[in-house]
């Protein structure tokens, strides 16, 4: 019997969608979906905008706020910017932090990465690290290289303590909004390179990191993710949008965690 660490860790990245209405609307729907979502950490990542809304609906409710974004220094004239303290005062648990349209879109690099973890951490969030190859790396069977770079960029100079406090998001970038998901055996050969990195650098505080997966998940997939040994939970986009869809993520990997217990 696998031995899985820990219950289901479920985000939903809203990316720059939903006005404030909508946000809220689809809150609400997610955190009266049963109590037996109790067992699972449940997270909702909405933009900016509408933190303060979805802040009002998850207050006292199981479910945690995060962000999708923030800058490394705690405030001044960086206009357009949001920090680490500003987020925490939005009552945000959790942040992203790279994720792979920040690194295309933005040009965001591990260098990028690894100054925003540190402010986050500093500021008293969790950072959920996004990392992940393109189809030309996997094609060309870069896959690992490019995640042990990442990796190493991304968290150089953090203790054991940081990564207790760390999650971080397998993300391959052809898995993401395509529908082509990546393979239970794919991601888990991924997800468990990943452990052993962490484990080498950062011992038993590394090697119980959260580690999630993103890419196109959907209620049809999670079941069968989930039961790989080395897969915590999701970070979901698309199917976060709409209320139906996130629960039955969430209850799909619970479904394969009461089983191993
Ligand atoms: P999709 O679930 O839409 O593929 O997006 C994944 C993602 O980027 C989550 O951060």
Redesign the pocket.
């Given at each position: 019997m696998v031995r899985r660490r820990r219950p289901p860790f479920v985000a939903g990245?809203w990316?720059m969608n939903l006005r404030l209405r909508e946000a809220s609307d689809l809150a609400r729907k997610i955190v009266g979906a049963g109590p037996d979502l109790a067992d699972c950490t449940i997270v909702l990542i909405p933009p900016f905008t509408a933190l303060g809304a979805v802040a009002g609906v998850v207050a006292g409710s199981a479910a945690a706020l995060g962000a999708q974004d923030l800058f490394w220094e705690d405030q001044g004239a960086y206009t357009g910017e949001v920090s680490g303290p500003m987020l925490k005062d939005a009552r945000c648990e959790y942040v992203?932090v790279g994720?792979?349209?920040r690194r295309q879109i933005f040009g965001e690099t591990d260098e990028t990465v690894n100054r925003k973890v540190r402010a986050a951490l500093k500021a008293g969030l969790s950072p959920i690290v996004?990392i992940g190859e393109v189809l030309a790396e996997r094609d060309a069977g870069r896959t690992l290289e490019r995640i042990d770079g990442q990796l190493a960029r991304g968290l150089a100079g953090f203790s054991r303590e940081d990564m207790a406090r760390t999650i971080i998001?397998y993300?391959p970038v052809w898995?993401?909004?395509?529908g082509r998901t990546a393979t239970p055996e794919q991601a888990q050969e991924v997800h468990a390179h990943i452990r052993g990195r962490l484990g080498e650098s950062y011992g038993h505080e590394g090697a119980t990191c959260a580690i999630i997966y993103?890419?196109?998940?959907k209620p049809a997939n999670s079941y069968p993710l989930f039961k790989e040994e080395d897969i915590d939970g999701f970070?979901?986009?698309?199917?976060?949008l709409e209320a139906g869809g996130f629960v039955g993520i969430a209850r799909e990997a619970l479904r394969a965690y009461r089983e191993e217990k």
């Amino acid at each position: 019997m696998v031995r899985r660490r820990r219950p289901p860790f479920v985000a939903g990245n809203w990316k720059m969608n939903l006005r404030l209405r909508e946000a809220s609307d689809l809150a609400r729907k997610i955190v009266g979906a049963g109590p037996d979502l109790a067992d699972c950490t449940i997270v909702l990542i909405p933009p900016f905008t509408a933190l303060g809304a979805v802040a009002g609906v998850v207050a006292g409710s199981a479910a945690a706020l995060g962000a999708q974004d923030l800058f490394w220094e705690d405030q001044g004239a960086y206009t357009g910017e949001v920090s680490g303290p500003m987020l925490k005062d939005a009552r945000c648990e959790y942040v992203l932090v790279g994720h792979s349209e920040r690194r295309q879109i933005f040009g965001e690099t591990d260098e990028t990465v690894n100054r925003k973890v540190r402010a986050a951490l500093k500021a008293g969030l969790s950072p959920i690290v996004c990392i992940g190859e393109v189809l030309a790396e996997r094609d060309a069977g870069r896959t690992l290289e490019r995640i042990d770079g990442q990796l190493a960029r991304g968290l150089a100079g953090f203790s054991r303590e940081d990564m207790a406090r760390t999650i971080i998001a397998y993300e391959p970038v052809w898995a993401i909004g395509t529908g082509r998901t990546a393979t239970p055996e794919q991601a888990q050969e991924v997800h468990a390179h990943i452990r052993g990195r962490l484990g080498e650098s950062y011992g038993h505080e590394g090697a119980t990191c959260a580690i999630i997966y993103g890419g196109s998940v959907k209620p049809a997939n999670s079941y069968p993710l989930f039961k790989e040994e080395d897969i915590d939970g999701f970070l979901v986009g698309g199917a976060s949008l709409e209320a139906g869809g996130f629960v039955g993520i969430a209850r799909e990997a619970l479904r394969a965690y009461r089983e191993e217990k």
